[in-house]
């Protein structure tokens, strides 16, 4: 009777999936309530629903709502990113920061601010969406043998590109203290004082980007079985890494346009979902980083305002400072 097998193994992680969003739900409002000045939650209500028209509700619906749906897409985007990458590269220390997506970002927008003066988010957008893609094409590029797409030359041909493009941005920002003092902010990694005005041109392409991630979530099983074995199985190995390095690089370049580098939350979301489902079926790991990926980083934002308070940290620097544990702890683990 194999037709009842899925729906049983399915089953039990349903509740899982919702009690994921029910927290998500109430990481999205504590974002909206919290903050310098806290704001009761019926308050907020009403300045969503517009019966409230005071100070805190335009704290509410001016500031404090774009910061959390950009939190969300971003989120969404770079947790999906991270199992995607992973998958392709069959390396659980892989994130989006591996294919140079970060630095590439960091490097146009600063050659950006010094050369065309840009000073406003939705000035310097295209640039940082333009360095992300061009970054990540060029690791794959680099990565490439005999045609094929090699897993530890992309992951080596990310890190050393990182390394050039790291050096090149630092450079650029030393000659030029305007290029410092407009960039700083941004390189940071932040949700703070961004419109929803950055969010909607990138939108489109990170719905692409779900879009074709979703479409190559059966066959990352198969890549997990090793490019011998995927291919005894019929699937075209080098057209999915493809497909992959493009969702990876719409949705990592997507939200680091809108948010800055945001290293750890794209390496953080797969396994907490391998953690919690105890399973690495991408069918799963998938939809559930769709999850896990806004939640951490609303949970970053809302410590980051909580920590210092009234002034705050960004987002950037709090997800850094708790994700380099979990990376020396993973770097252990996998060593094992």
């Known amino acids: 009777m194999p037709g009842p097998r899925p729906a049983a193994r399915t089953w039990p992680r349903i509740p899982l999936f919702v009690a994921g969003l029910c927290a998500l739900a109430v990481c999205a409002a504590l974002s909206l309530a919290l903050g310098a000045r806290s704001v009761p939650l019926s308050t907020v209500l009403d300045a969503l629903s517009g019966t409230a028209h005071g100070r805190d509700a335009i704290v509410v619906t001016g500031l404090r709502l774009p ?131 950055v969010l909607w041109p990138v939108l489109p392409a990170l719905l692409i980007g779900l879009v074709v991630a979703a479409a190559i979530t059966p066959a990352l099983n198969a890549l997990a079985l090793g490019d011998d074995s995927a291919h005894a199985l019929g699937v075209p190995v080098s057209r999915i890494r493809l497909a992959g390095g493009l969702a990876v690089v719409l949705l990592a370049g997507s939200a680091v346009a809108v948010a800055g580098p945001l290293s750890f939350i794209g390496l953080a979301a797969p396994h907490l979902v391998r953690q919690l489902f105890r399973t690495s079926d991408h069918r799963i790991l998938v939809p559930g980083c769709l999850i896990a990926g806004p939640l951490l980083l609303l949970g970053a934002d809302i410590l980051g305002r909580l920590v210092i308070r009234p002034s705050e940290l960004q987002v950037g620097i709090i997800s850094a400072f708790l994700g380099a544990p979990l990376l020396a702890l993973l770097a252990r683990k996998v060593a094992r």
């Open 67 to 197: 910061r959390t749906l950009i939190g969300l897409a971003a989120g969404a985007a770079l947790g999906v990113a991270g199992a995607v990458v992973q998958g392709i590269t069959r390396n659980p220390l892989a994130s989006p920061t591996t294919l140079g997506i970060n630095h590439g970002a960091g490097f146009a927008v600063v050659l950006a601010v010094y050369a065309l003066h840009l000073t406003r988010p939705i000035e310097y957008l295209w640039f940082a969406f333009a360095g992300a893609a061009a970054a990540a094409v060029f690791a794959q590029a680099l990565a490439r043998r005999a045609g094929d797409l090699d897993p530890v030359r992309l992951a080596l041909g990310g890190t050393v590109l990182q390394l050039v493009l790291l050096s090149w941005t630092s450079t650029v920002m030393l000659a030029s203290k305007r290029s410092l003092d407009e960039a700083r902010f941004w390189l940071a990694g932040s949700l703070a004082e961004r419109p929803l005005s």
